[in-house]
């Protein structure tokens, strides 16, 4: 058996038991482990900062000691030889010797000594020349470039320490100087040497007894040592060298002069003590002489109040322990026994009584639990009165809706039009029997992919600007457009279609439904070409036989009016009258000949047509029209004229009529193998709240379509009206402009 399935075999109240007891345990530990770790943290970081306190204040100690007596000792050689080169000055004011013998003897005595090792006395005058130095390539030098000079010129007397790198050297060494100034010869008497070098000046009693006076805890105590393991001041082993001495170990003083500066723990016996014993140290490094300034203490001692931490908290928990116990076993009774009542009433229920009631009235949470019992036990028994009479009338509801979606499936799938169904990203989710039917592609083929490749580029701007209207939540009335079929075949649509949303109102997908409009389309271009070829024909009817007709009664009626003159004046004028109207019926006949047949019967074609068109709108509604030829017109189809001039006639009366414009202008121009013909006039433009869906606006479009072009309609912001048509030059490619 797993432990975990032991886990779950055992009683709830052992559960609770042991649950209570582990967790009260833990807690415990974890607390003690927390009390314990901080308590630690606590007592290591105040002896390392009292250690580090100490050693830095040792270190201060020293080197203030060290600095003293270097200074004195400089100070002590700089005053004497002031007062001799004072006194070989008196000398000379008593014309015992002469000022180049005295200065000599000064030069030379100065010269003569030697500070420490490699130290030396020199000369700077107050203008930072040297004067007096042991290697003469530096006398009459210049020296102000070095910082440590400006100091010298600044004081002229006092001390003064700065860094200095002879020649051949590595790098700069610390070094101290005294100053003393002898005005009349513009001396300052330099006393100098390398700080290293004073080590043998350095009296450890100076501060032995304040060394040895620092004591941590019971037995740690401070120690100085130089880097060749003498003991320089210690409690008890002060003068013994203990890198000689086998008894002690290497390693302490050997990581003390390798890390210089930092703290290390290790195994230490002192001289009397029976057994080593773990010891703290902090230390610092004096380069300058090589020492090693530490303090120390033994990690018993300072440890030693956490061994009686340790032992409340174990006596703590014990106690605690013993009194958890017979009340958790309480406090598990109190909540399984009701519990182990409880399983009995459901297993009771579970066999098909639902009458069972739990019978506890407390008002704590075994109460409510067995008022819930209750109340559910209650609910149960009418639920299981009314389950089968739901089941039943569910039963019945999904019956009638699967014949209610086979119906209307069978409805799409029967429809001649073809149907598409899309999510919100644009794939195609269903297609109907009849989409195959009309464009070719299965829905196999078209399921779960986006139907990008069926829409024909010139096509794009209108089909993104009805999806725009479908996804704003509006529906697409029917819009006349075209598509690809799979053979590649452009075919003519009306397209319309909403979006669907779910139960929550949101939008999960469109539904769009393709009518083919081809053969309408068809049967309404031939039945305009038959309407254009009937005008044509009237139009050719009038201008051939009435107008030649109307023009022998006119010249009838000259005759007449010729042969009046002298016999009947009178009835002369009625014949010239008569004439006369003759004469108007010709002009009217001829304008309706070329109205109705435009650019077949006139030889310059399209443009004397508008030029002809704009003349007959300004001499018969009085509005100023305009005719601008820019390029002359590449159109050698006779119907795809007729198209275009029937476009701006149809422009220009409705900028006449509805737009009350004052000023036509027709343009005709002509860029990049294109066509371009507009109207523009100064009218009131389109108002915004009328559709496209008039009759003279559809023909336009219609018109358009038949010959290829693009159509585009706008009312500017300043006013008026623009109507444009994009044509290729081979009549035949749409454009876009």
């Known amino acids: 058996m797993t432990p975990l399935r032991f886990l779950e075999n055992i009683q709830i109240r052992y559960k609770l038991l042991f649950s209570y007891l582990i967790t009260f345990c833990v807690i415990i530990a974890l607390g003690s482990m927390v009390i314990y770790s901080i308590v630690r ?46 006194h070989l000055y008196s000398l000379y004011q008593k014309r015992e010797l ?23 006395i020199a000369c700077v005058s107050s203008g930072g020349v040297m004067v007096v130095h042991p290697e003469s390539e530096w006398i009459d030098q210049d020296i102000n470039r070095y910082g440590f000079v400006r100091q010298m010129r600044e004081k002229r007397q006092g001390y003064i320490e700065y860094e200095w790198k002879n020649p051949g050297e590595a790098q700069a060494r610390p070094k101290a100087m005294y100053m003393a100034y002898f005005e009349p010869w513009d001396w300052i008497i330099a006393v100098s040497s390398y700080r290293k070098e004073f080590r043998t000046l350095v009296n450890t009693d100076d501060f032995r007894d304040s060394v040895l006076s620092l004591q941590f805890s019971q037995s740690g105590y401070a120690f100085v040592t130089d880097s060749k393991g003498n003991v320089i001041i210690h409690p008890s082993l002060q003068g013994v060298n203990v890198i000689a001495d086998k008894e002690f170990p290497d390693y302490p003083l050997e990581t003390m002069l390798k890390e210089r500066s930092g703290k290390i723990t290790y195994s230490w016996k002192n001289p009397g003590e029976p057994y080593l014993r773990e010891k703290l140290v902090l230390f610092n490094y004096l380069p300058e002489y090589e020492w090693i300034v530490a303090s120390s203490s033994y990690l018993d001692e300072f440890y030693a109040p956490l061994n009686k931490v340790s032992n409340v908290i174990i006596f703590t928990v014990m106690g605690c322990i013993l009194l958890v116990l017979p009340i958790t076993a309480l406090i598990s009774a109190s909540i399984t026994n009701p519990l182990a009542e409880l399983v009995k009433r459901l297993e009771q229920g579970a066999n ?19 008022w819930y019992f209750n109340s559910f036990m209650d609910r149960l028994e009418d639920y299981s009165g009314n389950l089968e009479a739901e089941v039943k009338e569910r039963k019945e509801a999904e019956a009638a809706l699967r014949l209610s979606e086979n119906r209307y499936r069978s409805v799409i799938e029967a429809m001649p039009d073809a149907m598409v169904v899309y999510d919100m990203e644009g794939r195609v989710t269903y297609l109907n029997p009849a989409f195959t039917d009309v464009f070719g592609w299965t829905a196999d083929e078209c399921k779960g992919r986006k139907l990008d490749h069926f829409v024909p580029k010139e096509n794009w701007e209108e089909t993104r600007r009805g999806l725009n209207t479908i996804t704003s939540g509006k529906p697409l009335s029917s819009v006349e457009t075209r598509r690809l079929t799979k053979s590649g075949r452009i075919i003519d649509v009306s397209t319309r279609g909403a979006v669907y949303r779910d139960p929550g109102g949101h939008q999960v997908g469109s539904v769009i439904i393709h009518r083919d409009v081809s053969d309408l389309k068809r049967l309404e271009r031939q039945v ?18 009435l107008c030649p007709h109307l023009i022998g009664v006119e010249g009838l009626g000259k005759v007449l009016v010729r042969k009046l003159a002298d016999k009947a ?44 068109l704009a003349a007959n709108t300004e001499s018969v509604f009085g509005v100023a029209c305009r005719f601008i030829c820019k390029a002359p017109a590449r159109i050698r189809d006779n119907i795809v004229a007729t198209h275009l001039f029937r476009i701006v006639q149809e422009a220009v009366n409705n900028a006449v009529r509805h737009g009350q414009a004052t000023a036509i202008t027709v343009t005709l121009g002509g860029e990049n193998n294109h066509t371009r013909l507009s109207v523009e006039d100064d009218g009131c433009g389109i108002p915004t709240d009328v559709g496209t869906d008039g009759m003279g606006l559809r023909i336009m479009g219609f018109r358009a379509n038949m010959i290829h072009a693009m159509l585009d309609i706008r009312s500017p912001e300043a006013g008026g009206t623009v109507v444009q048509v994009f044509l290729s030059d081979n009549a035949g490619a749409p454009v876009d402009p």
Not at 44 to 69: G, P, Y
Not at 352 to 370: I, N, Y
Not at 584 to 597: N, V
Request: contains cysteine; glycine residues 8%; proline residues 1%.
């Open 352 to 370: 098909g009584d639902l009458s069972v009631r739990l019978d506890r009235h407390s008002g704590d949470e075994v109460g409510r639990l067995a």
């Open 41 to 86: 943290n606590t007592i290591e970081a105040n002896i390392e900062s009292e250690l580090k306190n100490a050693t830095d204040a040792m270190l201060n100690m020293v080197q203030t000691a060290v600095t003293v007596s270097i200074k004195n000792h400089l100070r002590a050689v700089a005053e004497k030889n002031l007062e001799m080169v004072t």
């Open 528 to 545: 305009m070409d038959v309407g254009d070829r009937e005008r044509q024909k009237i139009g050719q009817d009038l201008h051939d036989d």
């Open 98 to 120: 002469t000022e180049v013998q005295a200065r000599g003897l000064a030069e030379s005595m100065l010269l003569s000594q030697r500070i420490g090792t490699t130290g030396y």
């Open 569 to 612: 004046p009178d009835e002369a004028h009625l014949a010239e009258k008569v004439t006369g109207l003759v004469k108007d019926a010709i002009i009217k006949t001829r304008r309706l000949s070329r109205g109705l047949c435009p650019v077949y019967l006139v030889d310059r074609g399209l443009e004397s047509s508008l030029r002809e």
